[in-house]
């Protein structure tokens, strides 16, 4: 899938874009000079006695400390580590096996699952490593918190991209107890002159249940129920501090809901442009 990042000539989306690809594999990398390495010729008992932190991936390198790609030491933490050179018994290197330094933190997010640790290169050299642990970093965290304003702007767009001069259509999706807080704060807003629309008033449960139930983007209900029950948990998680990332279970999880997010996004997206020139041709 090929995410769209924000819709073109939309102030809001194209700032967080850039927020997002200012937050990059660089700053949350393990830099170079930190890792612990391994040659070929090592035993691999005797690496992975040397391996009291527990690395799962090992860089391994030659005898002029050039990268020759990634040893998994992992696969040795219940086996009993045999006492024979590492030899081939790693994964050489390889366009698959790099992300650059620049690169935006979710393209490495969205394939951590498959692809839990990289080496990161810079220029014509290898910078350093980046692991799917490290989406416990700050960074992650607000590169997250970007990702997730972003597609609540974009359902709040498409929302009012339905049904532009009827509010009432999109607020009977609601559940009688949900339009009802809702209606009481829009009067509040109103009673205090803070009122900016309507739709900035809903919470993101809100328009989850309005974008499924009006059919704004594909997917049973069931499907989306569920895509925005994950968004709306990994919001709370950031939004509390809480731990979101701090098992390799939890960390896959996230990979998985972050492809949601972009791949919704881009629906919710497609389907502003589409209003937007059914507009324009009816004009």
Not at 26 to 35: C, N, S, V
Not at 41 to 70: C, H, Q, W
Request: glycine fraction near 6%; proline fraction near 4%; include cysteine.
């Amino acid at each position: 899938m090929t995410a769209r990042w924000s819709a073109g000539g939309d102030v809001g989306l194209d700032v967080l874009e850039r927020v997002q690809r200012s937050l990059t594999v660089g700053m949350i990398m393990t830099p170079r000079d930190d890792l612990m390495t391994c040659r070929s010729e090592d035993t691999i008992a005797a690496v992975m006695l040397k391996n009291s932190m527990d690395y799962s991936f090992l860089p391994v390198v030659d005898g002029s400390d050039r990268y020759l790609g990634l040893f998994d030491a992992g696969h040795w933490f219940r086996r009993t580590p045999p006492d024979e050179p590492i030899g081939d018994s790693f994964e050489a290197f390889s366009e698959d096996l790099v992300i650059g330094a620049d690169a935006s933190i979710f393209e490495f997010v969205m394939q951590a699952d498959e692809r839990p640790t990289r080496l990161v290169v810079s220029g014509h050299k290898v910078a350093g490593l980046i692991s799917i642990s490290d989406l416990q970093q700050l960074p992650v965290r607000a590169a997250l918190f970007t990702l997730i304003t972003g597609l609540e702007i974009a359902m709040a767009k498409r929302i009012e991209a339905e049904w532009p001069d009827d509010s009432d259509a999109w607020k009977g999706l609601l559940s009688g107890a949900r339009r009802a807080d809702l209606e009481k704060k829009i009067s509040e807003a109103r009673q205090s002159d803070n009122f900016v629309s309507e739709i900035a008033l809903t919470q993101l449960c809100d328009k989850s249940t309005v974008i499924y139930k009006g059919k704004l983007v594909p997917g049973s209900r069931k499907e989306l129920k569920s895509a925005f029950r994950d968004v709306e948990d990994l919001r709370n998680n950031l939004a509390h501090a809480n731990y979101y990332a701090e098992t390799p279970e939890a960390a896959k999880n996230v990979c998985s809901v972050v492809r949601s997010i972009l791949e919704i996004k881009t629906d919710l997206l497609e389907g502003i442009e589409q209003k937007r020139q059914e507009k324009e041709a009816a004009a």
